[in-house]
């Protein structure tokens, strides 16, 4: 009996394990994907490298 519960007291951590990790994975794939497209839109120009200085000189947040 005592080997019974040990078994099921190990599988049921890996399935937790497997549960941490599966749902890391997808919050990490989701901000790939949400960095991905937040810093530029087609249709939208390129900022220029001197607009960036100025941006982050006036001390507003860098994007990208």
Do not use: C, K, W
């Not at 019974?4 to 990790?21: N, R």
């Not at 497209?37 to 001390?59: C, I, K, L, N, V």
């Amino acid at each position: 009996m005592d080997i019974l519960v040990t078994v099921g007291v190990i599988l049921a951590m890996i399935a937790v394990g497997a549960l941490v990790i599966h749902v890391i994975n997808v919050h990490h794939a989701h901000d790939i994907a949400e960095h991905e497209y937040e810093a530029f839109h087609p249709g939208d120009p390129h900022e220029s490298a001197e607009e960036q200085r100025d941006d982050t000189a006036a001390g507003r947040p860098r994007r990208g």
